[in-house]
């Protein structure tokens, strides 16, 4: 089993920026893909960034040129920075890690999610 632990999530206002982390725990060995979804409220849950542990990286277009997803594999850490942040960026945004690469259905691992609030 792997656990995630998400921080930094918060309160800004439009415009600023956030760095959210995820730290993984357990059989962390065998975890390719690292990642970050978010869901809004009253929507499904949306991929927003992924990484895989030699760095590849993908993006929802939403947030391409805003958003950098990064990863620290000997801390088995990934990180979400969020900057030029809109309303429309606002949910709960949950850390995910797969053993497959970019894996097409879902993540095997989730974390609890920590909450964004973008004020307008």
């Known amino acids: 089993q792997v656990q995630l632990v998400e921080s930094g999530g918060g309160l800004v206002q439009a415009g600023g920026s956030l760095r959210l982390s995820c730290a993984a725990s357990?059989?962390?060995?065998?975890?390719?893909?690292m990642g970050w979804y978010r869901q809004a409220p009253g929507k499904q849950r949306d991929m927003v960034a992924g990484i895989t542990r030699i760095g590849e990286t993908n993006y929802a277009d939403s947030v391409k040129g805003r958003f950098t997803i990064s990863r620290d594999n000997a801390k088995n850490t990934a990180y979400l920075q969020m900057n030029s942040l809109k309303f429309e960026d606002t949910g709960v945004y949950y850390c995910?890690?797969?053993?497959?690469?970019?894996?097409?259905?879902?993540?095997?691992?989730w974390g609890q999610g920590t909450q964004v609030t973008v004020s307008s």
């Open positions: 995910v890690a797969d053993r497959a690469w970019f894996p097409k259905g879902d993540y095997d691992y």
């Open positions: 357990g059989r962390t060995f065998n975890i390719d893909t």
